[in-house]
């Protein structure tokens, strides 16, 4: 179906704007919303917002909305359960489906689809909420060495995402994390030029680079305050580099089933 078709099909449904959410990236999915809705609006369409909370089973279904449009922020939008929900409803709904949307959202389990399926991914080291936390945290030096990044396992945005110098600190930012955060995990920091590649309809875009202007790594902060980041497209990178950056990016969009669209952040040596 050409453009033109779908819109003239689009026209006479229901668009459900999902946006919100109680993740701690609500205000940033209150945005993405905002310019969903601009978009569709300026081709015509109809649209409902629909800033769900915990009851999001009743928002949605009394909306009577044809097709979701997700513009949630980590969960419940990007792990799966919207996804479940609006499937049990029969609305079908934009980007992958529940079991992508489960794995992309859960970092340790997409790194080791990544090692099985020979994607580079840097070292790591897990730690749930149980286990004891100095001796995971000496593990980690051993294995990884200073600095080593901190992340939450579930989490996205960069939200928790920490570069730690020296285990004093690193103990001390891990209780803290643990206790907000629940299981987190050590990976190893790779120096180098930030990336990402979008994935539209199982095709790679040019590359985008990313220089945050103040933070060592692409933070939360350096993601969604204007003037923080240098966006350069495309990246300068050779052609060669390029090519398997966008492919590397597209085995990655499909070993975890994604559908539709994704983005894939890289560090380039």
């Known amino acids: ?13 229901k668009i459900g704007i999902i946006c919100g959410g109680w993740s701690k990236e609500r205000e940033i999915s209150l945005l993405t919303a905002k310019n969903v809705a601009k978009a569709l609006a300026r081709i015509g369409l109809k649209y409902e917002l629909i ?5 999001f089973h009743k928002q949605i279904t009394e909306a009577k909305i044809d097709i979701a449009f997700i513009a949630l922020h980590g969960k419940p939008g990007e ?9 049990l409803l029969g609305i079908p709904y934009t980007g992958s489906g529940v079991l992508a949307s489960a794995l992309g959202m859960d970092k340790i389990l997409t ?3 990544f090692q099985y399926g020979k ?4 070292k790591f080291v897990t730690l749930n909420r149980n286990e004891d936390l100095v001796e995971k945290v000496t593990l980690a030096e051993k294995k990884l060495g200073f600095p080593i990044v901190v992340k939450p396992r579930y989490e996205g945005s960069s939200v928790g ?5 020296n285990k004093k600190k690193l103990i001390q930012r891990t209780k803290i994390l643990r206790r907000e955060f629940g299981d987190i995990f050590f990976e190893e920091y790779i120096e180098g030029m930030i990336a990402t590649c979008g994935i539209l309809d199982d095709k790679p875009l040019p590359i985008l680079e990313l220089v945050p202007k103040k933070e060592r790594f692409y933070s939360y902060k350096a993601k969604y ?8 497209v495309p990246a300068r990178l050779d052609k060669k580099t390029s090519l398997k950056i966008q492919e590397l990016s597209l085995k990655a969009h499909k070993i975890i089933g994604a559908k539709g669209y994704s983005r894939i952040d890289l560090v380039v040596k």
């Not at 792990?79 to 499937?87: A, H, K, S």
């Not at 994607?119 to 840097?122: D, E, K, L, M, N």
């Not at 995402?161 to 110098?165: G, K, L, M, R």
């Not at 305050?225 to 350069?232: A, D, L, P, V």
């Open 161 to 165: 995402v920490e570069i730690i110098d």
């Open 79 to 87: 792990d799966g359960t919207i996804q479940g929900f609006l499937e």
């Open 51 to 55: 800033d769900i909370g915990r009851n």
């Open 225 to 232: 305050t204007k003037g923080e980041t240098e966006f350069i």
């Open 119 to 122: 994607i580079p991914t840097p």
């Open 1 to 13: 179906m050409n453009n033109k078709k779908l819109i003239q099909y689009l026209k006479n449904k």
């Open 111 to 113: 790194k080791i689809l």
